[in-house]
Protein backbone atom coordinates (compact mmCIF):
# COMPACT_ATOMS: atom_id res chain seq x y z
CA UNK A 1 0.00 0.00 0.00
CA UNK A 2 0.83 3.29 -1.07
CA UNK A 3 0.41 7.31 0.68
CA UNK A 4 -1.38 9.91 -0.92
CA UNK A 5 -3.20 12.92 -0.59
CA UNK A 6 -6.32 14.45 -1.91
CA UNK A 7 -5.30 17.54 -3.28
CA UNK A 8 -8.15 19.54 -2.38
CA UNK A 9 -7.62 20.80 0.90
CA UNK A 10 -4.40 22.50 -0.62
CA UNK A 11 -6.19 24.28 -3.67
CA UNK A 12 -4.86 27.15 -2.20
CA UNK A 13 -1.08 26.32 -2.99
CA UNK A 14 0.47 26.43 -6.95
CA UNK A 15 1.28 22.40 -8.02
CA UNK A 16 4.88 23.89 -7.78
CA UNK A 17 4.18 24.98 -4.00
CA UNK A 18 1.95 21.62 -3.27
CA UNK A 19 4.58 19.24 -4.59
CA UNK A 20 8.07 21.33 -2.84
CA UNK A 21 5.51 21.27 0.46
CA UNK A 22 4.80 17.70 -0.16
CA UNK A 23 8.71 16.43 -0.51
CA UNK A 24 10.01 18.54 2.26
CA UNK A 25 6.84 18.05 5.70
CA UNK A 26 5.42 14.91 4.24
CA UNK A 27 8.09 12.27 2.60
CA UNK A 28 5.42 9.54 3.76
CA UNK A 29 3.39 10.78 0.62
CA UNK A 30 4.10 9.30 -2.57
CA UNK A 31 0.51 9.49 -4.40
CA UNK A 32 -1.28 12.55 -5.81
CA UNK A 33 -5.16 12.44 -6.10
CA UNK A 34 -5.54 15.64 -8.02
CA UNK A 35 -9.23 17.09 -9.23
CA UNK A 36 -10.21 17.26 -12.46
CA UNK A 37 -13.50 18.66 -12.16
CA UNK A 38 -17.35 18.21 -11.08
CA UNK A 39 -17.21 20.07 -7.73
CA UNK A 40 -13.31 19.30 -7.40
CA UNK A 41 -11.23 22.76 -8.12
CA UNK A 42 -8.90 21.82 -10.34
CA UNK A 43 -6.29 24.17 -9.10
CA UNK A 44 -3.51 21.47 -10.26
CA UNK A 45 -4.35 20.00 -13.20
CA UNK A 46 -5.55 22.36 -16.59
CA UNK A 47 -7.60 19.19 -17.97
CA UNK A 48 -8.14 21.88 -20.99
CA UNK A 49 -4.68 22.06 -21.73
CA UNK A 50 -3.45 18.55 -20.77
CA UNK A 51 -5.81 17.11 -23.24
CA UNK A 52 -5.10 19.39 -25.98
CA UNK A 53 -1.16 18.99 -25.63
CA UNK A 54 1.26 15.93 -25.51
CA UNK A 55 3.63 18.71 -24.76
CA UNK A 56 1.51 20.03 -21.76
CA UNK A 57 1.04 16.50 -20.28
CA UNK A 58 5.44 15.28 -20.39
CA UNK A 59 5.77 19.15 -18.94
CA UNK A 60 2.95 18.49 -15.90
CA UNK A 61 4.43 15.06 -15.51
CA UNK A 62 8.10 15.93 -15.82
CA UNK A 63 7.02 18.85 -12.45
CA UNK A 64 5.62 15.85 -10.67
CA UNK A 65 7.80 13.07 -11.37
CA UNK A 66 11.24 14.72 -10.77
CA UNK A 67 10.08 15.26 -7.12
CA UNK A 68 10.05 11.15 -6.35
CA UNK A 69 6.17 11.47 -6.87
CA UNK A 70 3.55 9.93 -8.95
CA UNK A 71 -0.31 10.43 -10.07
CA UNK A 72 -2.43 7.95 -8.14
CA UNK A 73 -5.85 9.30 -9.77
CA UNK A 74 -8.05 12.15 -11.37
CA UNK A 75 -10.88 13.16 -8.84
CA UNK A 76 -13.82 14.48 -10.37
CA UNK A 77 -16.45 13.95 -8.11
CA UNK A 78 -20.02 15.32 -8.88
CA UNK A 79 -23.52 15.07 -9.53
CA UNK A 80 -23.87 13.83 -13.20
CA UNK A 81 -27.54 12.94 -12.47
CA UNK A 82 -28.34 16.40 -11.06
CA UNK A 83 -31.83 17.47 -12.28
CA UNK A 84 -30.24 21.24 -13.15
CA UNK A 85 -29.64 20.13 -16.63
CA UNK A 86 -26.69 22.36 -17.09
CA UNK A 87 -25.37 21.20 -14.18
CA UNK A 88 -25.55 17.19 -14.52
CA UNK A 89 -24.08 17.73 -18.44
CA UNK A 90 -21.11 20.10 -17.12
CA UNK A 91 -20.02 17.53 -14.42
CA UNK A 92 -21.12 14.49 -17.21
CA UNK A 93 -18.30 15.75 -19.53
CA UNK A 94 -16.08 16.62 -16.56
CA UNK A 95 -16.16 12.66 -15.92
CA UNK A 96 -15.70 11.85 -19.45
CA UNK A 97 -12.91 14.63 -19.96
CA UNK A 98 -11.14 13.14 -17.03
CA UNK A 99 -11.63 9.77 -18.22
CA UNK A 100 -9.97 10.45 -21.52
CA UNK A 101 -7.45 12.69 -19.58
CA UNK A 102 -6.36 9.33 -17.40
CA UNK A 103 -5.91 7.19 -20.84
CA UNK A 104 -3.45 10.01 -22.04
CA UNK A 105 -2.07 9.83 -18.84
CA UNK A 106 -1.55 6.51 -18.39
CA UNK A 107 -3.60 6.84 -14.84
CA UNK A 108 -5.40 3.89 -13.75
CA UNK A 109 -8.03 5.36 -11.45
CA UNK A 110 -10.95 8.31 -11.91
CA UNK A 111 -12.85 8.94 -8.11
CA UNK A 112 -16.20 9.96 -8.88
CA UNK A 113 -19.49 9.48 -7.32
CA UNK A 114 -22.82 8.11 -8.73
CA UNK A 115 -24.65 11.10 -8.23
CA UNK A 116 -28.13 11.54 -7.08
CA UNK A 117 -31.06 12.95 -9.55
CA UNK A 118 -34.81 14.20 -8.48
CA UNK A 119 -37.27 12.56 -6.92
CA UNK A 120 -39.42 12.41 -10.09
CA UNK A 121 -39.65 14.08 -13.15
CA UNK A 122 -41.77 17.23 -11.89
CA UNK A 123 -39.62 17.91 -8.78
CA UNK A 124 -37.52 21.03 -10.35
CA UNK A 125 -33.95 21.95 -10.00
CA UNK A 126 -33.30 19.93 -6.42
CA UNK A 127 -32.12 16.29 -6.25
CA UNK A 128 -33.92 13.99 -3.59
CA UNK A 129 -31.35 11.43 -1.21
CA UNK A 130 -33.54 8.10 -1.08
CA UNK A 131 -32.56 7.08 2.30
CA UNK A 132 -36.01 5.55 3.05
CA UNK A 133 -39.64 5.44 2.67
CA UNK A 134 -40.24 6.19 6.44
CA UNK A 135 -43.56 7.86 5.42
CA UNK A 136 -45.95 7.13 2.22
CA UNK A 137 -44.37 10.26 0.45
CA UNK A 138 -40.63 8.56 0.12
CA UNK A 139 -42.20 5.06 -0.55
CA UNK A 140 -40.73 4.25 -4.39
CA UNK A 141 -38.28 7.03 -4.97
CA UNK A 142 -35.33 5.23 -4.77
CA UNK A 143 -36.27 2.39 -7.30
CA UNK A 144 -37.86 5.08 -9.86
CA UNK A 145 -34.16 6.64 -9.98
CA UNK A 146 -31.99 3.43 -10.23
CA UNK A 147 -34.38 2.24 -13.04
CA UNK A 148 -34.93 6.05 -15.17
CA UNK A 149 -31.71 7.51 -14.16
CA UNK A 150 -28.96 5.57 -11.95
CA UNK A 151 -28.70 2.51 -14.10
CA UNK A 152 -28.92 3.68 -17.69
CA UNK A 153 -26.22 6.42 -16.75
CA UNK A 154 -23.69 4.23 -15.64
CA UNK A 155 -24.04 1.75 -17.70
CA UNK A 156 -23.34 3.64 -20.33
CA UNK A 157 -20.34 5.09 -18.94
CA UNK A 158 -19.06 2.28 -18.20
CA UNK A 159 -18.81 1.09 -21.44
CA UNK A 160 -17.74 4.36 -22.34
CA UNK A 161 -14.57 4.18 -20.01
CA UNK A 162 -13.82 0.48 -21.92
CA UNK A 163 -13.76 1.89 -25.12
CA UNK A 164 -11.17 4.68 -24.29
CA UNK A 165 -9.16 3.44 -21.52
CA UNK A 166 -9.25 -0.83 -20.81
CA UNK A 167 -7.84 -0.79 -17.42
CA UNK A 168 -9.09 2.41 -15.98
CA UNK A 169 -11.24 1.85 -12.67
CA UNK A 170 -13.94 4.34 -12.09
CA UNK A 171 -13.85 4.25 -8.19
CA UNK A 172 -17.33 5.29 -7.11
CA UNK A 173 -17.11 6.87 -3.42
CA UNK A 174 -19.90 4.94 -0.60
CA UNK A 175 -21.20 8.89 -0.15
CA UNK A 176 -24.77 9.09 1.32
CA UNK A 177 -26.44 11.76 -0.56
CA UNK A 178 -25.69 9.94 -3.81
CA UNK A 179 -27.61 6.65 -4.98
CA UNK A 180 -24.20 4.62 -3.65
CA UNK A 181 -23.63 4.69 0.04
CA UNK A 182 -23.31 1.18 1.51
CA UNK A 183 -23.23 -2.89 0.72
CA UNK A 184 -26.42 -3.35 -1.16
CA UNK A 185 -26.22 -0.16 -3.18
CA UNK A 186 -22.76 -0.46 -4.57
CA UNK A 187 -23.49 -4.14 -5.35
CA UNK A 188 -26.47 -2.88 -7.77
CA UNK A 189 -24.25 -0.59 -9.46
CA UNK A 190 -20.85 -2.98 -9.46
CA UNK A 191 -23.07 -5.33 -11.81
CA UNK A 192 -23.74 -2.81 -14.94
CA UNK A 193 -20.16 -3.37 -15.16
CA UNK A 194 -16.61 -4.68 -13.99
CA UNK A 195 -15.04 -0.89 -14.21
CA UNK A 196 -17.16 0.19 -11.93
CA UNK A 197 -15.39 0.14 -8.29
CA UNK A 198 -15.43 1.62 -5.15
CA UNK A 199 -13.42 4.25 -3.73
CA UNK A 200 -13.86 3.29 0.01
CA UNK A 201 -13.53 6.22 2.64
CA UNK A 202 -14.23 4.47 5.86
CA UNK A 203 -14.83 7.66 7.84
CA UNK A 204 -18.46 7.33 5.65
CA UNK A 205 -19.31 4.47 7.17
CA UNK A 206 -18.03 5.11 10.81
CA UNK A 207 -20.73 7.89 10.91
CA UNK A 208 -23.42 5.41 9.79
CA UNK A 209 -22.28 3.00 11.91
CA UNK A 210 -21.22 0.60 9.59
CA UNK A 211 -18.07 -1.84 9.86
CA UNK A 212 -15.64 -0.84 7.66
CA UNK A 213 -13.43 -4.14 8.21
CA UNK A 214 -16.37 -6.13 7.02
CA UNK A 215 -17.54 -3.90 4.08
CA UNK A 216 -13.75 -4.65 2.69
CA UNK A 217 -14.04 -8.24 2.84
CA UNK A 218 -17.70 -8.19 1.54
CA UNK A 219 -16.68 -6.04 -1.58
CA UNK A 220 -13.21 -7.39 -2.20
CA UNK A 221 -11.60 -6.84 -5.56
CA UNK A 222 -14.93 -4.32 -6.29
CA UNK A 223 -12.27 -1.88 -3.96
CA UNK A 224 -10.26 -0.18 -6.27
CA UNK A 225 -9.05 2.61 -4.01
CA UNK A 226 -9.22 4.12 -0.45
CA UNK A 227 -9.17 7.64 1.12
CA UNK A 228 -7.80 7.92 4.78
CA UNK A 229 -10.53 9.81 7.13
CA UNK A 230 -11.43 9.58 10.67
CA UNK A 231 -14.81 10.65 12.54
CA UNK A 232 -14.91 11.74 16.21
CA UNK A 233 -18.18 11.60 17.59
CA UNK A 234 -19.50 13.86 20.54
CA UNK A 235 -21.39 11.84 23.00
CA UNK A 236 -24.04 14.55 24.12
CA UNK A 237 -24.15 16.22 21.13
CA UNK A 238 -25.15 12.84 19.52
CA UNK A 239 -27.31 12.07 22.60
CA UNK A 240 -29.48 14.74 21.91
CA UNK A 241 -29.21 15.36 18.14
CA UNK A 242 -28.69 11.72 17.05
CA UNK A 243 -26.81 11.43 13.23
CA UNK A 244 -29.03 12.97 11.11
CA UNK A 245 -28.17 16.76 12.29
CA UNK A 246 -29.60 19.28 9.21
CA UNK A 247 -26.86 21.77 10.02
CA UNK A 248 -23.80 19.59 9.37
CA UNK A 249 -21.33 20.71 8.80
CA UNK A 250 -21.24 23.56 10.77
CA UNK A 251 -21.12 24.86 13.85
CA UNK A 252 -18.67 21.80 14.38
CA UNK A 253 -18.60 22.07 18.29
CA UNK A 254 -22.05 21.21 18.00
CA UNK A 255 -22.11 18.58 15.74
CA UNK A 256 -22.86 14.96 16.88
CA UNK A 257 -20.05 13.77 14.47
CA UNK A 258 -17.18 15.26 12.54
CA UNK A 259 -14.35 14.11 10.16
CA UNK A 260 -11.08 13.97 12.22
CA UNK A 261 -7.40 13.16 11.07
CA UNK A 262 -6.47 9.67 10.86
CA UNK A 263 -6.02 8.53 14.68
CA UNK A 264 -8.67 10.87 16.24
CA UNK A 265 -11.37 8.23 15.81
CA UNK A 266 -9.58 5.09 15.73
CA UNK A 267 -6.10 4.00 16.68
CA UNK A 268 -3.19 2.77 15.10
CA UNK A 269 -3.75 -0.86 15.86
CA UNK A 270 -7.40 -0.38 13.61
CA UNK A 271 -5.70 1.25 10.75
CA UNK A 272 -3.04 -1.38 10.62
CA UNK A 273 -6.27 -4.26 10.41
CA UNK A 274 -7.45 -1.65 7.87
CA UNK A 275 -4.35 -1.34 5.20
CA UNK A 276 -3.82 -5.08 5.76
CA UNK A 277 -7.11 -6.00 4.91
CA UNK A 278 -7.17 -3.34 1.31
CA UNK A 279 -3.82 -5.56 0.45
CA UNK A 280 -4.91 -8.93 1.20
CA UNK A 281 -8.64 -8.48 -0.36
CA UNK A 282 -8.86 -5.32 -3.01
CA UNK A 283 -7.16 -3.88 -5.85
CA UNK A 284 -6.39 -0.62 -3.85
CA UNK A 285 -2.77 0.25 -3.97
CA UNK A 286 -3.21 3.83 -2.42
CA UNK A 287 -4.98 5.10 0.75
CA UNK A 288 -5.34 8.97 -0.12
CA UNK A 289 -5.10 11.17 2.80
CA UNK A 290 -8.44 13.49 2.76
CA UNK A 291 -7.79 16.24 5.02
CA UNK A 292 -11.68 17.63 6.06
CA UNK A 293 -11.38 17.93 10.04
CA UNK A 294 -12.92 21.40 11.00
CA UNK A 295 -10.50 21.88 14.16
CA UNK A 296 -6.87 21.11 12.61
CA UNK A 297 -4.84 23.25 10.06
CA UNK A 298 -5.01 20.94 6.57
CA UNK A 299 -1.15 20.95 6.46
CA UNK A 300 -0.90 19.93 10.15
CA UNK A 301 -3.38 17.24 9.76
CA UNK A 302 -1.77 15.75 6.51
CA UNK A 303 1.29 15.40 8.17
CA UNK A 304 -0.28 13.94 11.41
CA UNK A 305 -1.82 11.20 9.15
CA UNK A 306 0.50 10.65 6.75
CA UNK A 307 2.34 9.85 10.28
CA UNK A 308 0.29 7.27 11.42
CA UNK A 309 -0.75 5.67 8.07
CA UNK A 310 2.83 4.70 7.26
CA UNK A 311 2.89 3.22 10.97
CA UNK A 312 0.36 1.26 10.10
CA UNK A 313 1.55 0.08 6.77
CA UNK A 314 4.82 -0.76 7.51
CA UNK A 315 3.58 -2.42 10.68
CA UNK A 316 7.06 -1.53 12.57
CA UNK A 317 6.33 1.27 14.65
CA UNK A 318 5.08 1.92 17.73
CA UNK A 319 2.18 4.27 18.56
CA UNK A 320 4.45 6.62 20.21
CA UNK A 321 6.74 7.20 17.47
CA UNK A 322 3.99 8.37 15.27
CA UNK A 323 2.45 11.37 17.31
CA UNK A 324 2.78 14.87 15.65
Not at 111 to 116: E, F, K, L, S, V
Request: proline fraction near 6%; aromatic fraction near 8%; glycine fraction near 8%.
Amino acid sequence: MRIGVVTEALAGLTLSELLDWLVREVPEITDLEIGSGGYAPPTHCDRAALLASAAERRRWRHEIETRGLRVAALNVWGNPLHPDVDLARRHDRDLRDSIRLASELGVERVIAMAGCPAAGPVDGMIPHFAAGGWLPYLEGVGERQWKERVAPYWTEVSEFARREHPALLICLELHPGTNVYNAETFGRLAALGDNLAANLDPSHLFWQHMDAELMVQQLGRRIGYSHGKDVVFSAQNLALNGLLDHRWPSPPEAMPWTFAVVGKGHDLAWWRRFAQLLGEHTRAETISVEHEDPFVPPQQGIKEAARLLAAAISGRQAASEVRA
